[in-house]
């Protein structure tokens, strides 16, 4: 500004202008309001802001230091399926075209559920009972611990490529590092359980499914081996042509027996030894096909017998082979849905969108908060800028209407903030 050249020497009866200063030598003159008051102030401005430094630099150097940890997704799979294809494709085309965002056309990208899922309370709870955070952030309920989380953590996407940014903040570089990794790690762990794919309903089922058919396969192997065990059945029409071979082996060999006997006698006595020994070999021969046709009242319940007779054959094969047909029945199903359980998990992890890095975790080397160099620099300016009002204030007349008003207003406002101290504390003594 320029000068002002008012000279009170020639008439004292001229006021001072308002904002007029006293001249710094004390002639009684107007000073300078301009650079010359700055200039010849210049050690007291340079001390103000040497002032200011130091104490904004010891501010700075108070304040905590924090870390960053910065982690990149890359967009997992689009659906293979042929309406997805076709929504994508119609989706970028009207963004090219158009410039219209695909998430107005209803086309959902995993990018923004996995968004989603990162910023959910189930991932913020486990990621804060994982590393007590609770405890970190000084805090005693979940809501408070929470809110701390998502202040100190910033998740964004890009529109464009579909790049997931996971960007976290500590005082400790390592705990950083390690939250932003726990952040990729609690969104594989909700990926995958909160996968809703047909292959996966598929896998459910099959489970279900092959459990209650393993216990009717055990149950039916069970019956048979029961019932083969005490009925001495092993394949039951194996068995049936075996013992109709057997008894037709021992009808021959009766029959040859009895007729060499009738030639005995014939020319030996009754009381001849060949005769006697041919005799007992027909009675042997004889009991034994009794037993294999079940002829004999030893029947196949009884523990001299090995084997089940003929005649109770067709009775077992009943049974036996409804009993085997169950437990084929089962092996086959149990085999076949085995086979289809194994496909769908292959499936089902086909369908879970997985978590790929295109950036791991970085480690923090520098800290990113606070900006001490600015703090610093603001502290200069700040107290350049306060001692410069201060020179200003002082090169004021005091006599001066504008300094005077200023006066009262600081004088009567802290006069009232005095009095509004005293009543609050008189009403509390009142109180207590």
Sequence with gaps: MGEIGLDYSRDSTVETPVGAMVDPAGNGEPGHFGYELFLRHRWFLLRGALAGVIVFAVVALLIPSRYESVAQLMPPDQSNSAAGMLLGAAAERAQSLVGLPADLLGAKTSSALFTKILTSQTAEDGLIRRFDLRRVYRVRY?????????ANTSISEDRKSGVITIRVRDRDRDRAKAICQ???DEL?????????????????????????LKQELDTSTNNLGQFSSKNTTVDIPSQS???????????????????????????????????????????????????????????PGDSDAPYPSIRKLPLLG??????????????????????????AKVQEAKDIPSVRLLDAPSYPEKHVFPPRLLIITLGGCLGLVLAGVWVVWTAIRPEDSSKQLMLETYSTFRDDIVQAIRRRRAARETSS
Excluded: C, P
């Excluded at 979940?142 to 998502?150: D, P, V």
């Excluded at 007992?280 to 079940?294: Q, S, Y």
């Excluded at 084929?328 to 359980?341: P, R, S």
């Design 142 to 150: 979940w809501e408070s611990a929470r809110k701390k989380l998502e």
């Design 241 to 299: 042509k075996a013992m109709v071979e057997a008894a037709a082996a021992l009808q021959g060999h009766l029959v040859a027996a009895e007729s060499e006997l009738e030639g005995l006698k014939q020319i030996y006595t009754g009381q001849n030894v060949r005769i006697l020994s041919q005799e007992r070999r027909i009675a042997e021969l004889r009991r034994n096909l009794r037993l294999l046709t079940g002829q004999d009242s030893k029947g």
């Design 188 to 212: 594989n762990l909700l990926s995958a359980r909160l996968s809703t794919s047909s292959a996966r309903r598929e896998r459910e089922f099959l489970e279900q499914r092959l459990a209650v």
């Design 318 to 343: 009943v049974t036996y082979s409804d009993l085997l047909r169950r437990t084929k029945i089962n092996e086959a199903v149990f085999e076949a849905l085995t086979k289809q359980y194994e496909l």
């Design 182 to 184: 726990a952040y990729v």
